[in-house]
C-alpha cells in the first residue's frame, strides 16, 4: 500500500510522508438522500497515532467519522460514494458485515450513552456477543476498566448501575466498553464536549496512553484540544451549494498537528485556528 | 470597604419594592386548581361509591356462602348458583388472550418500529391497526361469530361451534390492536442512543433489540399488556356473539381439563349481565354484585401481577 501524501493543497511542500495507514478514505463523498452532506474527503489513518478532525458546526466531521465504522448504514437514505479502506479492505464491499467491522472500529458518542445495566454488563455486552467464552469475562472487565483509567474509582461496585456514575465516569466507561472488543481502531465523536475541564483533561489524558495499543480518530469542536492530543488534524469547511442553497462540507487541508496550528498551507484554515471564525 | 450603603432613601425604597413584590391574589389560579381538585375527587368518589355498592349488595351472599359461590355452576335456583363456570371460562379467556395476543401484538410491534421501512404502506398499516383499536367490540364478536366459530363448526358438533375456543380466539383478536399500539410506542420511546451504544460495540439488530431495546421499553409494553387483558377479561358483547351460555351449561368440565375448548362455555360478564336481568332479587341485586366483586378481585390480582413486574423491569432500567 502506498503512504498517501498529505492533502495537496497549492504551493504545498510541507508534511512528510505519512507512516504505515490503517484507514484510507480515498474520494468520499457521503450523501443523506440527495443531499451531499460532504464531498470529496481525501485522508489517511496512521496506525498508532491521534488524529483529529477540526472545524465548524455542520461540516461534515461527524459524518465522515460515523463512515468510518459503517454506523451511517443505521441512517435511513444515507450513502457512502468513494473508497474507504482498512487494511486495504473495501469496507463497503457487499461482502462486508458492518457488525464485524464495528468490532474492529469502535465507537465513543459525544454524549455518554452507558446501557442502563450494571457497569460489569456494560462492559461484556461487547464481547459476549462476539463469542468470547464467560471465563474471560473478569479479566476483560478489568483490563477495559483500568484502560479507561476507571479501575480504581469502581472496582467495588461493578454490579451497580452504570447510570449512577458521574458524567465524566460514564464517559470513560464507555471508552471501557469500546475497548473492550479489542477494536484496533478508536472513533471518538466529540467525546468531551458533555464534560467539564477536569474529566476532559482525564480523558485526554487517556487518549495518550490508549493510542500505544489502539489508533485513535477524535472529532472535536474544540482545536485547542486537536492541538493538544493529536498527531495529525483534518481541518474540514462548509461551502454553500449554489443550486441547493444547502451547505456541504469538504477536506481543506490535512497534515501534521503542528504545522495545521503554526504554518497553515490554505488561508481559511489559518482563519478558523486563529480564531477569525468559528 | 464592603458594600454597606443601600441605594437611595432606605426605608422607604424598602417599602415600595416590598409592596411591588408582594404575591397578587390569583383567584383564577386558585378556581383552577379547585376545579381540578374537584374532578379528582368526584372521579375517586364515584368510583369508591360504586365499589362500595357493590360489596354491600353482595354482602350477604359473600360472606353466607363464599366457597360454594365459588364451587357452584349456573343454577336456576339463586340460593345455590355461583361463580365457578364463569370464573373458569374466564380464566382461560385470560390464558388464550395473553398467549395469542401477547406474543404476536409484541412480535408486530417489533417488526413494525424496527424492521419495517417507513413508507406510505407502512404508514398506512399504522393507520389502520389505531382504526382498529377503535371498532366497537361487537363487531368483533360477528367477527368470531363468522369465523372462528364458523371454522370450529366443522370440527365439533355438539356444541356447533360456540366453544371457549372461539370466545377466546375473538377477545384475543379484539385486543391485539390496542398490543400492537402501546407496545409500538413504548419502543418507539427507547432512547436512540442506547441502539447506537450497542450497534457500537458491534451487536446486529436482533441481539440489540433483545437485550437492550426490549428491556427498556419492557414498562410500557407491560402497560399495554395489563390493559388489553382487563379489557378482554370485561367484554360481554363478543361473547354474547360467539354463543356463551346463559341459562344453564351442563356437564361438569374440570378445570384444566382439555376438552373444555371445544364444549360450549360461558365467561364472567356473561354470567353478570345474564343475573343482572333476571326477576328473581336474589339473583338481579345479590348474586349480581358478588359476582361483580369476584370479577373486581380476579382482574385485581391480574394487574397487581403485572404491575409488580413492570416495576421490576423499571428498577433495572434506572439501576435501582
Known amino acids: 500500500m502506498m503512504p498517501m501524501t498529505t492533502d495537496p493543497s497549492p504551493g504545498d511542500g510541507s508534511g512528510d510522508q505519512l507512516g504505515p495507514l490503517v484507514l484510507q478514505v480515498a474520494d468520499v463523498s457521503v450523501f443523506y438522500g440527495d443531499f451531499r452532506a460532504v464531498r470529496n474527503v481525501d485522508m489517511g489513518v496512521e496506525e498508532n497515532k491521534i488524529t483529529a478532525m477540526i472545524g465548524p458546526s455542520g461540516c461534515g466531521k461527524s459524518t465522515v467519522l460515523r463512515s468510518l465504522n459503517r454506523m451511517n448504514d443505521l441512517v435511513e437514505g444515507a450513502r457512502v460514494e468513494g473508497l474507504v479502506s482498512f487494511r486495504g479492505v473495501d469496507l463497503y464491499d457487499a461482502k462486508v458485515d458492518p457488525v464485524e467491522v464495528r468490532r474492529r472500529i469502535g465507537m465513543v458518542f459525544q454524549k455518554p450513552n452507558p446501557f442502563p445495566k450494571s457497569i460489569r454488563d456494560n462492559i461484556t455486552f461487547g464481547p459476549k456477543i462476539a463469542g468470547v467464552p464467560k471465563g474471560s469475562f473478569d479479566e476483560i472487565v478489568e483490563t477495559s476498566l483500568r484502560k479507561a483509567a476507571l479501575w480504581e474509582e469502581v472496582k467495588d461496585r461493578l454490579d451497580a448501575s452504570a447510570l449512577g456514575l458521574s458524567g465524566g465516569q460514564q464517559q470513560r466507561l464507555c471508552i471501557a466498553r469500546a475497548v473492550a472488543t479489542g477494536p484496533e481502531i478508536l472513533l471518538m465523536d466529540e467525546p468531551c464536549s458533555a464534560l467539564d475541564p477536569i474529566a476532559t483533561g482525564r480523558i485526554e489524558e487517556l487518549m495518550g496512553e490508549l493510542k500505544h495499543e489502539h489508533t485513535i480518530v477524535i472529532v472535536t469542536h474544540n482545536m485547542q484540544q486537536a492541538a493538544r492530543v493529536s498527531d495529525r488534524t483534518a481541518f474540514f469547511t462548509t461551502e454553500v451549494d449554489p443550486n441547493s442553497e444547502r451547505r456541504t462540507g469538504q477536506l481543506v487541508e490535512f497534515d501534521r498537528t503542528d504545522l495545521i496550528f503554526s504554518n497553515p498551507s490554505d488561508e481559511r484554515t489559518e482563519s478558523y485556528v486563529t480564531g477569525r471564525f468559528g | ?320
Open chain 2, 1 to 320: 470597604m464592603a458594600l454597606t450603603t443601600t441605594l437611595g432613601d432606605s426605608a422607604g425604597t424598602a417599602a415600595r419594592v416590598a409592596a411591588q413584590l408582594e404575591a397578587r391574589s390569583d383567584v383564577r389560579g386558585r378556581l383552577f386548581k379547585f376545579v381540578l381538585a374537584f374532578g379528582l375527587a368526584l372521579t375517586l368518589a364515584i368510583l369508591v361509591a360504586l365499589v362500595i355498592g357493590v360489596v354491600t349488595d353482595g354482602w350477604s351472599v359473600l360472606t353466607t356462602r363464599f366457597s360454594s359461590f365459588l364451587s357452584s355452576g349456573l343454577r336456576s335456583s339463586a340460593g345455590e348458583a355461583g361463580v365457578r363456570q364463569g370464573l373458569q371460562g374466564t380464566f382461560w379467556i385470560a390464558i388464550m388472550v395473553t398467549f395469542l395476543a401477547f406474543p404476536v401484538g409484541i412480535g408486530a410491534a417489533i417488526y413494525m418500529e424496527e424492521y419495517a421501512p417507513k413508507n406510505r404502506l407502512s404508514n398506512f398499516i399504522d393507520v389502520n391497526i389505531r382504526n382498529l383499536a377503535g371498532v366497537p367490540s361487537v363487531v368483533y364478536g360477528i367477527l368470531g361469530l363468522t369465523i372462528f366459530v364458523g371454522l370450529l363448526k366443522r370440527t365439533s358438533s355438539s356444541s356447533g361451534g360456540n366453544t371457549l375456543l372461539a370466545g377466546g380466539l375473538t377477545l384475543a383478536v379484539l385486543v391485539l390492536p390496542i398490543v400492537i399500539i402501546t407496545s409500538a410506542e413504548a419502543i418507539r420511546a427507547v432512547p436512540s442512543s442506547i441502539r447506537e451504544g450497542a450497534y457500537g460495540v458491534g451487536a446486529t439488530k436482533w441481539e440489540t433489540i433483545r437485550h437492550h431495546v426490549l428491556p427498556y421499553a419492557a414498562p410500557g409494553v407491560l402497560t399495554g399488556t395489563l390493559l388489553s387483558l382487563s379489557r378482554a377479561v370485561g367484554e360481554a358483547a363478543p361473547l354474547i356473539l360467539v354463543g356463551a351460555v346463559t341459562g344453564r351449561l351442563g356437564g361438569s368440565t374440570g378445570f384444566f381439563e382439555v376438552g373444555q375448548f371445544g364444549e360450549r362455555f360461558t365467561a364472567m360478564p356473561i354470567v353478570i349481565a345474564t343475573w343482572a336481568t333476571r326477576p328473581q332479587e336474589e339473583f338481579s341485586v345479590s348474586n349480581t354484585a358478588a359476582a361483580i366483586v369476584v370479577l373486581l378481585v380476579f382482574v385485581l390480582i391480574l394487574n397487581s401481577a403485572a404491575i409488580l413486574l413492570r416495576n421490576r423491569f423499571e428498577r433495572k432500567r434506572s439501576g435501582r
